[in-house]
């Protein structure tokens, strides 16, 4: 049977179709890739299962220069991506004040949730942002809690061994939904995966999601950073997402907005999830392809600095960085859609095989034809350029410490955040949550003076002079056996002005953002 992952890419620990970077604070220097199927998250390892704790100065080192995690490595605290999508016009966390989630419910979906989940946040908030009120947080267990001892063992693709893996996905979603809206209610539904339907643990999760829109409050937000290729339905594809859709659609009646994140491997698809058997053509990815979701994909943001590249090598002989491909110049605020070619890994973006088009995309019917086209919008999901996350879930599989996260893992429950913020907004003004967000996201975009406010379009770019630089598309690079990397064989979406498959609309920018979809919802009769 083929099994779910988490969406995730993880420099220090080991994913897939999401991204989650797993850094040391003091980096090592040998990196070996390693990438699983369907979790949103992917993983470089830097010998993590050897690292010792880093000493208490050098994180405090790591989290006063941010930007340089490593030499060559950028990583972002929550006020450089406040900073970067305006989000420090609208809230501000060191006074308390502003829309920063007050009131609002911010439900996240991952298996087995992490042992520290808790404990992880209050290092989070004490770091970041010490004069607010604790985090209000729960984890939820519907259908049992397992207990591995926070030790992990095992051959990785069920209990402990694949518990270990999903704490970080968990952690990344807890940290960094809060980082954006630290006041509301964040609550982890963690549940463990089961053999049923062909799909491990999607039933399970399904239900779960089920539970939380019968008891959470009206206008909850949820997040969801796993994902399947459509292939995996089988014959049955339709019937099978038609009976998942009936829990999204009841939550949006009660006026409730869904998320997934768009995957990591650009256009590429599973035959067998664990064993990283990809398709051969462009395969869609599910729940993100569903018209009652909004799919979130990947866009790589460089803060202070520009990426220039002048090899194709990521990496040296001896396994260290090679600093001719991760070269970079000083300053710059460039925003490009998310191929890293030495992870490799790419933003999540295509066609749906199950969906025919959504009535609100008729005006990109050019790109999509007669089927539902993703992402809807986009949110920094890079590696080289990903966030800071404390975590000390199984310190026998991963280090004790803050690490460098990324991936589209990383994308939806930030957005997931932003429409708390959004709905907290609704809310002093006496109106609807903002509810079924998708015709409201191509309404705006449609209106070339919001569109032009709201977001951040992404457009294609060329940095320095390697191949890897020319980030024009979603089509996943590959590693070649002299260590350099190319094109891969399936092809991806180019990069468009306006709406594309890569990153759709591109990138929200509060507060224009926020007050754009309030006033689509509010005209709503």
Known sequence: MRRLLPRLTLLGACLALGVLLLLPAAASAKTTAHRTASHHRIASHHSLHKSVAVPSVMVAQALEAPAQATAVIHRYTPFDIRSAYGLDSVGNPTTGTGLLGKGQTIVLVDSYGSPTAAQDLKVFHDTYYPKLPS???????????????NVAKGNGVSGPALAAGWSGEATLDIEWSYAVAPLAHIVLVAVPPAENLGVQGLPNMMKAIDK?????????????SFGI?????????KVQAAR?????????????????SSGDNGTNGFLRAHKGVYTTTPEGSWPCSSPYVTAVGGTQLQLGWTWDPTSDVPFLSDGTYNPDYF???TGGLTEVVWNESWLPAATGGGVSAIYPRPSWQDGVANLTGDHRGYPDLS??????????VYISAFPNYQRTGWHTYGGTSSSSPQVAAVIALANEQQAQGSHPPIGNLNPLLYQVGADPAEYATAFRDILPAVQGTALSGQLVNNTMFQFNADGSVSVGPVPGYPV????????G???PLAPAFIDAIADARNAMP
Not at 139 to 144: A, D, K, M, N, T
Not at 212 to 224: D, I, M, N, R, Y
Not at 379 to 388: E, L, P, Q, T
Not at 496 to 503: A, F, I, Q, R, V
């Open 229 to 237: 290729s459509e292939n995996t339905f089988g014959g049955a594809a």
């Open 212 to 224: 939380l829109v019968a008891t959470e409050p009206k206008g909850t937000v949820f997040s969801q």
């Open 505 to 507: 609309w591109g990138s």
């Open 135 to 149: 985090p209000s947080f729960e984890q939820l267990f519907p259908f049992g809690r397992p207990d591995y001892k």
């Open 244 to 260: 998942f859709d009936q829990t999204y659609k009841a939550g949006l009646a009660k006026g409730d907005t869904f998320f997934a």
């Open 379 to 388: 949110w920094n999901a890079a590696v080289n350029g990903g966030v800071a």
């Open 327 to 329: 070269n970079s110049v």
């Open 496 to 503: 468009l002005t306006g709406w594309d498959l890569t990153t």
